[in-house]
């Protein structure tokens, strides 16, 4: 077996309930051991289905293996030894199957997941959920996940004597808004635009909104993808300060299957060595 670096991804879960978020350890638990493999959630927009496949718990911690599949998508298939095509025979309902594997800690209400493009995400285990939920009449609130920040950004914020400016990196449905009402984004248009506010000459910007923003990237439903701080330090050095590497993050080195897939039991057990 060969071995291969894996990133993982770290966030917290609670529960929301008429605009309070709130950890529930118990009924955390209660949530988890209600969810089943017979529930399949189908995204039509980005044409892709994932289910949960396994879910063992051992002491309070959650080991869950998901597969996703993408969807209406069936090229031909190319050699690389000669560059010759086939047709594919796969059909446009079927995906190719991808595992994400992740742990759900009940105690902290913590999740920690493997991040792959070709995989899905936190946040694509939380609207499972909650569909989950919903669709078969389960009586929980709804949850949300949220991304565990290094410290790093706001102890450097801190070290700022002079804030000069500051770029938030929005969603670009934000410009059709009824806040901007500037145009209609298009597929021509990024997906994010930016907004820049400057302080006036020798002035400095507040940290309170920097900051309170800042604790909000990753919730569902914020806007505000990013930001990025430019400022002078007390030595009057110029810093830029940039959340984009804010997130924690972790690589782990774990064994690969024959086919090239991530053996689940070296990951579990990489994993435990960390929580």
């Not at 950004?153 to 990196?169: A, G, H, I, K, W």
């Not at 330090?233 to 993050?249: A, F, H, P, T």
Request: hydrophobic letters at 30%; aromatic letters at 10%; a neutral charge.
């Amino acid at each position: 077996m060969s071995n291969s670096l894996r990133k993982i991804e770290y966030y917290g879960i609670c529960f929301w309930d008429c605009g309070v978020e709130y950890e529930d350890s118990g009924k955390l638990l209660e949530l988890i051991e209600s969810l089943n493999d017979s529930y399949i959630y189908d995204d039509e927009k980005s044409k892709k289905f994932w289910r949960l496949d396994s879910k063992i718990l051992k002491g309070n911690v959650f080991k869950l293996i998901f597969k996703s599949g993408k969807y209406n998508h069936s090229p031909n298939y190319i050699s690389r030894l000669n560059g010759n095509e086939r047709t594919s025979d796969k059909d446009l309902n079927e995906g190719e199957c991808e595992k994400t594997h992740l742990v759900i800690d009940i105690s902290s209400s913590s999740l920690i997941i493997e991040s792959r493009k070709s995989g899905i995400s936190a946040f694509n285990v939380i609207k499972y959920i909650n569909s989950f939920c919903k669709t078969n009449s389960l009586d929980f609130p709804m949850i949300k996940a949220i991304k565990d920040l290094n410290n790093d950004f706001l102890e450097n914020l801190d070290s700022l004597t002079r804030v000069q400016s500051v770029e938030l990196f929005v969603e670009k449905s934000i410009l059709g808004s009824e806040y901007m009402n500037l145009t209609e984004p298009t597929e021509e248009s990024q997906e994010e635009v930016t907004i820049t506010i400057k302080a006036q000459r020798k002035k400095t910007l507040g940290l309170t909104q920097i900051k309170e923003k800042f604790k909000k990237i990753g919730l569902q439903g914020e806007k505000t993808k990013r930001i990025r701080v430019r400022g002078r330090d007390e030595d009057n050095i110029n810093v830029l300060l940039d959340s984009l590497n804010q997130y924690k993050v972790e690589w782990i080195n774990v064994r690969l299957n024959g086919d090239g897939t991530v053996n689940s039991n070296s990951f579990f057990e990489k994993i435990n060595e960390l929580i």
